[in-house]
């Protein structure tokens, strides 16, 4: 919500500051407190984007639905079903044997963090989300994660990952994968790294001793094939 400092929001009660281009601004709620009292605040991010360069409407084609939504959900509902699907999903994994609790709970957190890096609609995963740098799909990441996945005892995401792998475009036809994708896809890094193409077979066999899944070597032949083709042989890639 883009507000000039100081103009109220009546529609989501909040005062900002935040200037075109610029990478910082705030958001404030003001609340009268009586003493010795508390108040839950429900905060909600959220983000939209521009189809082209004139497109004025993002605010009321993407991010005021979501914040409509958001005001008339019932909160609390909203995070005791998500802690019920995600400690659901957790109890679906693979059950460590470990000498203390904490490290139940650090594996546990570790798993979550994994998922959230993973795109369920697209298959993607993304390096990191410490700040836009890293919001993209090194494949080398990708595998290593799907191989944590299958250990872990969450196959169908592994699955996903190299569906995903198999249906992006290569750097140029019969060579390597490109260094660096958008979760859709796009390669935004050419210049490849060998051993981003050369973990797919790795991690595709592993996926294979893990499951016994044959269709998944058949479906996936061809990619393997070629990933380990161009690894094996003399190339002639400038890059």
Same mark, same amino acid.
């Given at each position: 919500?883009?507000?000039?400092?100081?103009?109220?929001?009546?529609?989501?009660?909040?005062?900002?500051?935040?200037?075109?281009?610029?990478?910082?601004?705030? +958001?404030?709620?003001? #609340?009268? +407190?009586?003493?010795?009292s508390q108040k839950e605040v429900d905060v909600m991010m959220t983000a939209g984007f521009v189809d082209h360069a004139f497109d004025?409407?993002?605010?009321? @084609? =993407?991010?005021?639905?979501?914040?409509?939504?958001? &005001?008339?959900?019932?909160?609390?509902?909203?995070? @005791?079903? *998500?802690? *019920?699907?995600?400690?659901?999903? +957790?109890?679906?994994?693979?059950?460590?044997? !470990?000498?203390?609790?904490?490290?139940?709970?650090?594996?546990?957190?570790? #798993? $979550?963090?994994?998922? !959230?890096?993973?795109?369920?609609? #697209?298959?993607?995963?993304?390096?990191?989300?410490? @700040?836009? &740098?890293?919001?993209? %799909?090194?494949?080398?990441?990708?595998?290593?994660?799907?191989?944590?996945?299958?250990?872990?005892?969450?196959?169908?995401?592994?699955?996903?990952?190299?569906?995903? +792998?198999?249906?992006?475009? $290569?750097?140029?036809?019969?060579?390597?994968?490109?260094?660096?994708?958008?979760?859709?896809?796009?390669? *935004? =890094?050419?210049?490849?790294?060998?051993?981003? *193409?050369?973990?797919?077979?790795?991690?595709?066999?592993?996926?294979?001793?893990?499951?016994?899944? $044959?269709?998944? #070597?058949? @479906?996936?032949?061809?990619?393997?094939?070629?990933?380990?083709? %161009?690894?094996?042989?003399? &190339?002639?890639?400038?890059?």
């Amino acid at each position: 919500m883009k507000t000039p400092e100081g103009e109220k929001s009546d529609k989501h009660n909040i005062v900002g500051d935040y200037q075109s281009g610029d990478v910082q601004g705030w +958001l404030g709620l003001s #609340l009268a +407190l009586p003493g010795s009292s508390q108040k839950e605040v429900d905060v909600m991010m959220t983000a939209g984007f521009v189809d082209h360069a004139f497109d004025t409407e993002v605010d009321r @084609n =993407w991010i005021d639905p979501v914040m409509d939504w958001f &005001n008339a959900a019932d909160v609390a509902s909203l995070q @005791n079903a *998500t802690e *019920t699907y995600w400690k659901e999903w +957790l109890a679906k994994g693979t059950k460590l044997q !470990l000498p203390e609790d904490k490290y139940n709970r650090q594996y546990s957190r570790a #798993l $979550l963090t994994s998922v !959230l890096h993973f795109d369920e609609d #697209l298959g993607a995963v993304v390096a990191g989300y410490t @700040n836009g &740098n890293y919001a993209y %799909v090194w494949h080398r990441d990708a595998v290593y994660t799907a191989m944590m996945f299958d250990k872990a005892g969450y196959p169908e995401i592994s699955a996903k990952v190299y569906d995903w +792998l198999d249906n992006v475009p $290569l750097k140029s036809p019969g060579e390597f994968w490109a260094q660096k994708y958008t979760t859709d896809g796009e390669i *935004t =890094w050419r210049q490849p790294q060998v051993d981003e *193409t050369a973990i797919i077979p790795f991690g595709a066999y592993y996926h294979y001793k893990v499951t016994g899944d $044959l269709s998944f #070597l058949t @479906n996936h032949w061809d990619m393997i094939r070629h990933a380990a083709y %161009v690894c094996s042989q003399d &190339n002639a890639d400038p890059d």
